[in-house]
């Protein structure tokens, strides 16, 4: 297909300003993280599209223990520490059960409905459950607990692990193992030893998929935490001081901080993130 | 050999549906472990008149002492605030998903030619996708205030001081919500629809060239039959997500000015976390629970269909 060359320059020029469109509020997010108190809002009535005196100082209020501008929160080591925490073992809970789920229903076709199901959980809101989840969970001591936490989260992104697990056993050929099974294998020893180191690139990829998920939650961190567990979703929208209100120049500090390990593992999974998001149903 | 192949088979056809079973075991016991209780403990408390602020110090499983049958699902399905906040829910997606689909449409479009550093605004246009949602909703909130960005940007093109107070107005909050969902998901759909357009057979589209067809005439006889699966998969996935919308609204104006922003999450956190009222929410969430299922039966039969196929 030829295109005239002024067709060409003016899509050219559309991808660019498309582009930057969709960039600008992530600019925002950075260039806001640099500026003083001063450049936060344009209440002195001149607008700052570039940090004019770019500081450190947000990073510095978030993160010290002297509470001048944050009375509430305090040092923001805790929460991102706590969102490390809970998203990685989160994700370790989801994946460990989601593999062996995903293997038994690629390979043995077990579970008859559990996978539409599965599909099922992940289209109700959270909300409409939480509160007897919470009820439970105060009976089992787990409000406010990085366990407690971490199981729901992996809960809640198992449908996510279970059915990319199943795309990528499928594309592991089945003769593989069977081969090994004739061979003298156990059927768990196949799984282990054939089929598992070949997944492992799938693992991977799904794992990072998974803990961006569970590294975006914000509103389940927000009903079953409370001070010690709060993830860095929860900090930032407490971030505020009775001086100077919302602290806006922190808070983008911190929203940063939280942006940046999706954006490296989204783009380290560029090829898989449309077989993520729609469970796996389109493959590329 | 022809016996001891029988005595093989046998067992070992016994034992891999047993493998199978515990395979999937630890994923069943967990679902169970999540449905099961809470489920029972919604219907017991919405059954009941009982919140925390009850009087006499009474548990959540005291609740019969304030039976009141079915009359929290008579009052909320005439509570204005509950109805409307999923009729709003539903508006919010009627407009978001049909506005991402075409931003994500025309983008992959123009991503189909190669030109230069295609690799890297098309990293960036994913961008938005893996920013946290609260985060996202931080910022929105930051350029939609009075003197924000939006505002300072409009100026220029109105010739004249803009200054609309978009997070109190009605119907301003509503736009500015419903931008901060498409600035963050149009990615989504311009990521799939990408993956469906890449996709497609090179000769049928050359072939229709050959014969003649229009632009128009290539999309709906050719282009759009043939990426049907694509896009009916990428509406429902970006809808059941839609539905949930909390993060970005509870940071942008918490529901607000008065009820005006609550999407169905917002309620229910609202009326479950702010006010207390746990017997009332747990109406609410049976009531929504028993709409989605419904809506998630229809919607999750082409994906059904779909797996069948691939599976025969």
């Known amino acids: ?284 | 050999m022809f016996k001891k192949q029988i005595t093989l088979k046998e067992p070992k056809g016994m034992d891999a549906a047993r493998f199978g079973f515990f395979m999937i075991l630890p994923a069943l016991v967990f679902l169970l472990f999540i449905i099961i209780f809470p489920l029972l403990a919604s219907i017991y408390l919405s059954l009941s008149e009982w919140s925390p602020l009850t009087g006499g110090g009474t548990r959540w499983y005291e609740a019969y002492k304030f039976w009141g049958w079915l009359s929290n699902y008579w009052n909320i399905l005439r509570d204005a605030d509950f109805l409307m906040s999923i009729v709003r829910t539903f508006i919010i997606v009627a407009v978001v998903v049909p506005v991402e689909f075409f931003i994500g449409l025309g983008l992959a479009f123009l991503f189909r030619d190669n030109f230069v550093g295609k690799k890297i605004f098309h990293s960036i246009i994913l961008m938005p996708m893996m920013i946290v949602p609260a985060v996202a909703g931080f910022v929105f909130y930051m350029l939609f205030q009075a003197q924000g960005p939006v505002n300072a940007v409009l100026s220029v093109f109105a010739f004249k001081e803009v200054s609309i107070l978009w997070l109190q107005g009605t119907w301003s909050a509503m736009i500015a919500i419903m931008i901060a969902d498409i600035w963050q998901w149009s990615p989504f759909m311009f990521l799939i629809l990408l993956s469906g357009l890449m996709a497609l057979p090179e000769d049928q589209i050359n072939a229709a060239l050959i014969l003649g067809a229009s632009k128009w005439q290539r999309f709906r006889m050719v282009l759009f039959p043939l990426m049907k699966p694509v896009i009916v998969i990428a509406l429902i996935f970006r809808g059941m997500e839609a539905v949930k919308i909390f993060d970005a609204i509870w940071l942008m104006t918490t529901g607000g000015p008065g009820t005006a922003t609550e999407s169905i999450s917002v309620y229910m956190y609202k009326h479950g976390f702010k006010h207390l009222r746990w017997s009332w929410v747990a109406a609410g969430g049976i009531i929504i629970l028993i709409i989605i299922t419904l809506i998630s039966m229809q919607a999750l039969k082409p994906i059904k269909e779909r797996e069948e196929e691939q599976a025969a």
Not at chain 1, 25 to 30: D, G, H, K, L, Q
Not at chain 1, 57 to 77: D, H, V, Y
Not at chain 1, 165 to 194: Q, R
Request: glycine residues 8%; proline residues 6%; positive net charge.
């Open chain 1, 1 to 284: 297909m030829e295109q005239k060359l002024y067709v060409k320059v003016l899509k050219f020029f559309l991808i660019v300003f498309v582009t930057m469109l969709f960039f600008f509020p992530i600019y925002w997010i950075f260039s806001m993280a640099f500026k003083p108190f001063p450049e936060w809002t344009a209440a002195g009535g001149k607008i700052y599209w570039f940090p004019n005196n770019p500081t450190f100082n947000n990073f510095r209020a978030i993160f010290s223990r002297k509470l001048e501008m944050s009375p509430i929160a305090g040092t923001a080591i805790r929460p991102i520490l706590n969102s490390l925490t809970v998203s990685i073992i989160g994700t370790a809970i989801a994946m460990v059960v989601g593999i062996f789920a995903a293997y038994g229903i690629s390979r043995y076709k077990a579970g008859g409905n559990l996978p539409f199901m599965l599909l099922q959980l992940r289209m109700f809101p959270p909300i409409a459950i939480i509160i007897p989840i919470m009820i439970m969970w105060a009976f089992l001591r787990m409000i406010d607990t990085w366990y407690g936490l971490a199981i729901i989260y992996g809960v809640v992104t198992l449908p996510f692990s279970v059915w990319l697990m199943k795309t990528f056993f499928d594309d592991i050929p089945k003769e593989l193992d069977e081969a090994a099974i004739v061979d003298g294998c156990s059927n768990i020893g196949a799984f282990f030893k054939v089929v598992m180191p070949l997944a492992k690139g799938g693992i991977a990829s799904s794992a990072l998929f998974v803990f961006i998920l569970n590294w975006s939650d914000f509103l389940i961190a927000l009903i079953l935490t409370d001070r010690r567990w709060t993830t860095i979703p929860v900090h930032i929208s407490k971030l505020q001081s009775a001086m100077v209100g919302a602290l806006y120049g922190p808070k983008a500090a911190l929203g940063m901080i939280a942006a940046v390990p999706p954006i490296v593992f989204g783009i380290l999974i560029q090829k898989y993130l449309v077989r993520g998001f729609t469970f796996g149903a389109i493959k590329k």
